[in-house]
């Protein structure tokens, strides 16, 4: 399955950034989706996914009230919204599909490249 995520870049802490990730056609009709981040001399760590239904979503505990994932299955790309960012949000981020139409804490299917997003004043 074909990814391209975008929309990463520089931000202030406090600030907010909305990371796109446009997918092959009907990936996001048949398949969880969900996004990935990996911080410098971290392991890559699950943050949120969203079943095909697009009826339930899922979060780390740490981005919990400020991140929202969400799709646009007409367009075939899923989104993450990210407010009141923090340092420790610095990292690669990923978008995924999983091999599924529910997220059941699986490894993902296929990843996209990833777009950077930095927070720092």
């Known amino acids: 399955v074909q990814l391209q995520a975008s929309g990463g870049g520089l931000v202030q802490p406090g600030g907010s950034l909305r990371l796109s990730c446009a997918a092959a056609?009907?990936?996001?009709?048949?398949?969880?989706m969900g996004w990935f981040r990996q911080a410098p001399g971290k392991e890559r760590e699950f943050v949120a996914a969203?079943?095909?239904?697009?009826?339930?979503?899922y979060y780390t505990d740490s981005v919990k009230g400020r991140f929202t994932i969400s799709k646009d299955d007409a367009k075939s790309t899923v989104y993450l919204q990210m407010n009141s960012l923090k340092a420790e949000d610095t990292a690669v981020y990923y978008c995924?599909?999983?091999?599924?139409?529910?997220?059941?804490?699986?490894?993902?299917?296929?990843w996209g490249q990833g777009t950077q997003v930095t927070v720092s004043s």
């Open positions: 969203i079943n095909a239904s697009g009826g339930s979503s």
């Open positions: 995924t599909a999983f091999s599924d139409r529910y997220y059941r804490g699986s490894s993902p299917r296929s």
């Open positions: 056609a009907r990936t996001t009709r048949w398949y969880a």
